[in-house]
């Protein structure tokens, strides 16, 4: 019974864990997620332009 | 490199909020935030000026500079954005912001202040492109589409404008010219189309 009571008690300790992966804050650095995108700067330079060209002019 | 950046032409803004309904339409903005907003001057005087506020993407962004925990960062296209992960929402960039851009939702039980809200030029944030998460933290991502804002894309008499600031800056400049210091907005010739 005392072991039956000592599991119990670790199992539902072990629940109570919490995930201690901190951030290290340090001034002026970025350190969030990375913002990947699938086209180069140029690339998405060209399609703006052309877009703003499409619906963006003066009438 | 293109550098984003929005212009609001008060000359022919005529305060229909449709950029702010569009905005908070696209990106199922939650109530009681305002990515963007229609500011008036001597509202109902003849020569009233409205302009669209938002978010201005500045090349120095104060908030960027007086965040404590640095969750600001600036693209290749020029456009401030966040990552909403590392946001403790204290409220120091709406402070440092001369725009009033940053908005916080109330979250919990009691209201308290969530994490900041802002216009993120329809560039998502620093989630996958195109993911749920993106979607639900930061809205739709038009640029990664191909698109620009919706906001400027959609405004009836192509007064706010939002590009590249060189693009921009030239359409605004034929503008004006071509005005010669004349309202656009106001009087008889724009009524009777003189011009």
Known sequence: ?59 | MAKMKFLCDEERCIECNACVTACKNEHEVPWGVNRRRVVTLDDGQPGEKSISVACMHCTDAPCQAVCPVDCFYTTEDGVVLHDKDMCIGCGYCFYACPFGAPQYPQEGAFGSRGKMDKCTFCAGGPEEDHSHEELEKYGRNRLAEGKLPLCAEMCSTKSLLAGDGDVVSELFRNRVVRRQGRQEAWGWDTAYNVK
């Open chain 1, 1 to 59: 019974m005392k072991y039956l009571f000592l599991v119990t008690l670790m199992l539902s300790l072990s629940a109570c864990y919490e995930d201690a992966d901190v951030t290290m804050h340090q001034a002026g650095i970025y350190k969030g997620k990375v913002d990947n995108h699938s086209q180069t700067a140029e690339q998405r330079e060209a399609i703006l332009a052309e877009r703003f060209g499409q619906v963006q002019t003066d009438r």
